[in-house]
């Protein structure tokens, strides 16, 4: 099943700075057909913290991604996460969110939530009973019974992430969870994660493109360059994402954003300049 | 349900096809008369019908010889194409030795061989269901090796993440997937096992609609091969419609991830 490289030997002597940190990726390189896509990246997550990946498109964000949660091997340097340093242990102990929501066609929402524990041999009652004991904080308690294409974009956003953490992992990976909707609908479900997401002894990482989604959920911030794939710059935010949509009007907000753009907009200009 | 209570709808979408063939069997009667065509060489429609009527339950008896036939070399070549299938997805070296074989076994002509299987395993009812199976395990083989293919990686890293064994993708995915190819290749599979019945029971039987027509033809009792000809034909369009019911049904249960239907030209 696995056609990536399997150089996972350097997995195992990772070297973890931070003593809490549950995600340690330190030094990765990886490369795709000959082109390479990641260069030297290195980033933590510690318990308890929710870290912003942003970047252009093609930047690598989604692969680094696909290497934290076992997807991908990488060519060189090492991961951890939650303790598992090679990549196949990794897999179905990392609570991993894709960018499409792909919810099987011929289940319902249930069906389709409990996916993970059903795996694992969970019994259907019991990994239903863990469905529904979720269902009301993620409002989809009405549509329990309900088959995917009944449902909008944002409703199958909710299931996709039900699905993805219901397994109860401590570290959790979300790519562009809400890339795919509408900006009213983004917002609203923008609120709804950071209040829906137990984290007190979790560790998350966003991977996104859009700024503000970064300042508004995360407590530090990560700046992505392209070609390759390398982490440029670090922004830790202080500051109080509890008011909601009204957090962006603020003048604090907006200076961060100004900030944070302009460092992605330097990576541009840097690469422009050197051609 | 929707076969049984065939409803207005289905009337006016099957008119076309009934007024082409009325039109058709029209101008056949017209034509032999007009031409004098003598009945050994081309029957009117009407003295084909007629014969029909008459031998009725004398082609039924043979249509059923023939039904049986299609029917276990029908299921033997669905549980041997689902092997092969999953022996090419499963192993690369399978898929290896096992194509060129595959693709070999559709190069024989099986006229020839047919005289030969009569020889090797009798005049029985095995010799029928070795070349309805000749013929039907190919469709079914490369339709289902493609549909299986044909699942999304995305989908397949997504049941990693949740820590899925390859069986699980395989029987939770990547089965329910391939379903619409699947039943694609059971269609043509429908359709020319009554070709493998018939060229079965040509060369060595006592029964079944390919042995009468070939009685019935060195006879010149033409009406009657032609009798037997739409009863055969009747019996493909049936079972094609049996697989198309089970498809529907299957399809509901287990609706395909893209699921349009793509019309060109006139709707």
Redesign the interface.
Known sequence: MNSSPQQSAVDSDVKIGDRDALVAVSDVSFDYEESRILEQVSLTVGRGEFVALVGPSGCGKSTILNLISGVLAPESGSISADGLTHHNDRLGSVSYMQQKDLLLPWRTVAENGRLGLELRGVPKSESTDRVRELATSFGIEDVLDSMPNELSGGMRQRVALLRAVLPDNSVILLDEPFGALDAITRSSLQRWLSEVLDRSDKAVLLVTHDVEEAILLADRVLVMAPNPGRIVAEEKLDIDQSIGSDAMLTGEFIGLKRHILDLLNDQEMGFGASL | MTLLFATRGRVIEWLPAIATTVALVVLWEVLVAVLDVQRWLLPAPSVIFTELFDSFAFLMGHAGTTLAEILIGFAVSIVLAVTIASGIIWSRSVERSIYPMIIASQTIPIITLAPLLIIWVGTDITSKVIVIVLFTFFPIVISLVSGLRSV?Q?????????????W??FS??MI?SSLPSFFAGLKVAAVVSVIGGVIGEWFGSSSGLGWLMKIAGGQFQTARVFAAIVVLSILAMALFAAVVAVERWSLR?????A?RVIRLGDS
């Open positions: 999304d995305e989908m397949v890293d997504m049941f990693r993440t949740l820590g899925a064994s390859p699980q993708i939770k995915l329910p249960k287990y609706p395909p991830t699921n």
